[in-house]
């Protein structure tokens, strides 16, 4: 059951960098009214939340067979995940303290994964 949470984190990674994508295609937000619905119409942003809608349906699915306290804490993947997919699609520099933060994130992840 440890790879549930595990599912759950990297769809909801995944749904992180396409809200930045998103963001990054429709530009700053205008919070009239005729802005927000140019936001809310966006593609790219709808294509987002659905993906999110997804995380969440898959978190809730997580919950109701994997403690919280296994559960949880291995949502951190996603601080691996979000940065490494940042590199690739955006071109986001990764520095030296993230990389160590990075590796302990991982290895913390593994150990709870091994315990559950």
Request: aromatic share 12%; hydrophobic share 60%.
């Amino acid at each position: 059951m440890w790879h549930l949470p595990l599912i759950a984190a990297v769809i909801s990674a995944c749904g992180q960098v396409l809200l930045k994508y998103a963001m990054v295609k429709h530009g700053q937000i205008d919070f009239s009214f005729r802005g927000l619905i140019s936001l809310f119409t966006e593609p790219r942003l709808l294509f987002a939340l659905s993906l999110y809608a997804a995380a969440l349906l898959m978190w809730l699915h997580v919950l109701s067979k994997v403690s919280l306290s296994t559960a949880y804490p291995m949502l951190a993947i996603t601080y691996v995940i979000v940065p490494l997919l940042s590199l690739v699609f955006f071109g986001d520099r990764i520095q030296q303290p993230q990389i160590i933060g990075i590796f302990l994130v991982m290895v913390g992840v593994a150990m709870i994964g091994k315990t559950a």
